[in-house]
């Protein structure tokens, strides 16, 4: 398969090659820690600025992510959990009434999409007077694959956003899920401001797509099966293992993100070579252009 800028990559699709290729501590999510540096050197430069932000949950191997991990984790009681149940429930009322009383629902613009994004406003703690100011930034930081020049504006807006908030809520804590990210203490290690700033992106990135997804391709799928989504209304019972396997049925999320080989590894009978991706070798009639 064609990926960044024509190199080469190999997507694993078979169940069992796929569960070993994400143990294999081969496999690496952090490119600096498979590349040499002259590799690094050749490899697309993320901007400077950019940079804090690449020290994340999804970029990290090993004991830098355990690390991460244990600090996150703190923030992440089971009490705050509930309340975000709670608060989760009431914004899906919310969404839900607001549609009731227009008569009518545009499923991705009124509900899907508006979920995740008010959620992970109201847990970050945004004001509410800055919901339509977070969501233009947001609209900036997932299209800026798309349209860097647009794009980059808004997200360096919204990191210095994010920055103030995080050093406000560090000195001044309040109930919320920055102040706990920032009282977090594993030992004497605690989460740097751009480690908290990094990992709040990463929700808003890996919160917001995979949920639309899954409620717009689970929403078609019912309704390409109304006997399946009749068994659902009349049974509550079945509603929690039909969205797992609305899960699995619709893939919101239809690959992983990207691994490097630290070494030459054989997966399925393919050589993946260590290093970034190659131009098309042996295995080019298995690969499919992007
Ligand atoms: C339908 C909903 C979702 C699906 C299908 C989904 C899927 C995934 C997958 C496949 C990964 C692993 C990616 C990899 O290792 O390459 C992942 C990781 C992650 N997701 Fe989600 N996700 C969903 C919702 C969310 C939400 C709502 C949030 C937060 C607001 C979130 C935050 C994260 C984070 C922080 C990680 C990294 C975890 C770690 O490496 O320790 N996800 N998700």
Same mark, same amino acid.
């Given at each position: 398969m ?7 990559a190999w997507l694993i699709t078979r169940h069992g090659d796929v569960d070993a290729a994400l143990r294999d501590p081969r496999l690496r999510k952090?490119?600096?820690e498979a ?26 191997d090993g004991?830098?992510h ?117 009282? =977090? ?20 990135? =890996? ?29 509550? =019972? ?17 690959t992983a993100t990207e691994r490097w080989a630290a070494e030459d590894l054989q997966v399925a009978g393919s050589t993946i070579p260590s ?8 295995h080019?009639?298995l690969?499919?252009?992007?």
């Open positions: 064609r990926w960044l800028r024509g190199s080469t952090n490119p600096q590349l040499t540096p002259a590799q690094l050197a050749a490899a697309p430069r993320v901007p400077k600025l950019f940079g804090p932000l690449q020290r994340n949950l999804l970029s990290l004991a830098d355990d690390r991460l991990r244990r600090l996150v984790h703190q923030a992440f009681t089971p009490k705050r959990i509930e309340l975000m149940r709670h608060q989760m429930q009431e914004l899906a009322d919310e969404l839900t009434d607001a549609a009731l009383r227009r008569g009518s629902m545009d499923l991705i613009s009124d509900f899907a999409a508006p979920l995740p994004l008010t959620m992970i406003a109201r847990t970050i703690g945004v004001p509410e007077e800055l919901t339509p100011r977070f969501r233009a930034w947001t609209r900036a930081l997932l299209s800026v694959a798309d349209r860097p020049l647009r794009g980059v504006a808004g997200v360096l807006r919204f990191m210095r956003y994010l920055r103030r908030l995080v050093e406000a809520r560090s000195r001044e804590p309040y109930d919320d899920l920055v102040s706990a990210l920032a009282a =977090a203490r594993d030992g004497g290690d605690r989460l740097s401001n751009d480690e908290i700033v990094a990992l709040l992106v990463l929700l808003l990135t =890996a919160g917001h797509e995979t949920t639309v997804n899954l409620i717009g391709g689970g929403m078609l799928a019912l309704m390409e099966q109304p006997g399946q989504a009749r068994r659902l209304r009349e049974d509550d =019972a079945l509603l929690r293992p039909g969205v797992e396997e609305l899960l699995r049925f619709t893939s919101p999320v239809e290093g970034p991706g190659r131009p098309p070798g042996p080019a009639r690969e499919k252009s992007q």
